[in-house]
Structure formats: C-alpha cells, structure tokens
C-alpha cells in the first residue's frame, strides 16, 4: 500500500516540478558556494520528506528560511570574519548543519505521510520549526553586527557578542522578524489566523532554547552546536503538538 502511494505521488505533474525546483535549487546552491555537494544532496533528501507530508507549502517554508539565512550569513560577511564572528566555511553550509536545520521538519513531513490522519497539523508544525530555525539564524548574524549590549541568558550579566548564550535585544527582535515571515508565508497557504501568533511564539521560544542549551550543555561540551540548532527546532515542534492537544 505504501508503495502504491510512493508510485502515485511520483507520477503525480506536482511531483515532477516538485523534482525540477530542487534539483535546480541544489545546483544553484553549490554554484554559489551557499552548500557543499554532501549539504545539497542532504537538503534534497530532506525536501522530499518535507514534500512527502507537507507539498509545496512546506518546501516554501523550507525554502524562506535558506534565503533569509542566506541573507543573514552573508550580511557583512567580511565584518564578521575579521572580528572572528563568522564560521569556519565562510557562510557556506554543511550536511549536518542543514539536517540540524532542517531534519524535525523532514522527520514530520515522513511522520505525516505514513500517517495521513495527521496531514492537517504538519503545515503548522513544519512552520513553527522554520520559524525557530530562521529566528536562531537571523538574531545570531544580525545580533552580531548590529548588537550594542550583550547579555547571558541565565545571569543577564553582560557579556561579549558572539559566545553561546549570549543574547541581545536588536538580535531578538530582528530574530522574532524571521518568525514573522516565516508565519506570513504560512498564512499564504493556510490562511490568516491566531496561528501565525503561535509561530512566532515557537519560533521566538525555540531562539530562547537554542540560547539556553548554548549557555549550558554547549558550553560544557555535552552537544555541539549542530546539535543545539536541531533541539532548538524540537522545541517550536513540541510547543504546537501539546497547543494542538489543548485545543482539541
């Protein structure tokens, strides 16, 4: 049964542009230095998860947070490598960092397409990860370059812009604006309703998480960031699921 369903989406027209779009958007990514070759072929992969439970609106999410990440990364890129801020591949992304971006959104969408029942929630949560995901992203790049007072998430002590759990306030808020594109993007699929607040909310909580988890297991050497990035995207996830169960 399973796979009469796999043969159906495959032979589907919507499959087949699906395929072109990334296909394109891989090649496009390596030509321009954004993803090494194992990072496209991982976002690929994980598109078509995102495909399988979501269609075309998960992989626009999926799609908004690479541009706004991109963007963010790449904005004074060369402030940030000579003030030692920028990492190692010089804003060019690595398998493990898309699977930490992008893997809860993925591992939902192949959830939702196992179990169709649960097909009219992954839209919302596939958001909430992106909205986490590109909240982390875009207060972390912004944060750095236009931050004038840093702070530790757990003592609220100053503190120097850069290191983990250090947070400041024009990198949240420009942070809870990658959330509130990420939901506005949503609302073009799902329509306009109290959703788009519980996104930003996730994506805002999830940007807190990823601080905390930086400030604590990060630092002590317990998890690597990657694995911060991905817990930070569980945390927007599991916020849905329990509103959900409130709420039926």
Avoid at 22 to 45: E, H, R
Avoid at 55 to 80: N, P
Avoid at 145 to 165: D, E, M, P, Q, W
Wanted: net charge neutral; charged share 10%; proline share 2%.
């Amino acid at each position: 049964m399973q796979y009469s369903g796999l043969s159906c989406m495959m032979m589907h027209p919507d499959f087949r542009i699906f395929l072109l779009v990334i296909l394109s958007g891989m090649v496009a990514s390596v030509v321009f230095k954004k993803l090494t070759p194992p990072a496209a072929i991982t976002g690929g992969i994980l598109s078509c998860c995102i495909y399988a439970g979501a269609g075309f609106a998960g992989i626009t999410l999926m799609a908004a947070f690479f541009v706004l990440g991109v963007l963010a990364t790449s904005w004074k890129l060369d402030q940030k490598i000579s003030e030692g801020l920028a990492e190692a591949q010089k804003g060019k992304r690595t398998a493990a960092q898309v699977f930490a971006n992008a893997g809860m959104a993925a591992i939902t969408g192949l959830i939702t397409w196992i179990l169709p029942e649960l097909r009219p929630d992954a839209p919302l949560i596939i958001a909430a990860c992106f909205a986490s995901a590109t909240a982390d992203t875009i207060s972390s790049e912004l944060g750095n370059v236009y931050g004038k007072r840093f702070y530790h998430i757990l003592s609220l002590k100053k503190a120097t812009g850069g290191a983990n759990g250090v947070i400041s306030l024009e990198g949240t808020l420009a942070g809870c604006t990658g959330s509130c594109i990420i939901s506005v993007i949503y609302a073009f699929w799902q329509g306009w309703s109290i959703d788009l607040l519980f996104i930003v909310i996730a994506g805002t909580l999830g940007n807190f998480i990823d601080s905390i988890l930086g400030a604590t297991l990060e630092n002590t050497g317990y998890i690597s960031n990657n694995a911060v990035n991905f817990f930070n995207t569980c945390a927007a996830a599991v916020f849905i699921l329990i509103l959900n169960l409130m709420r039926s």
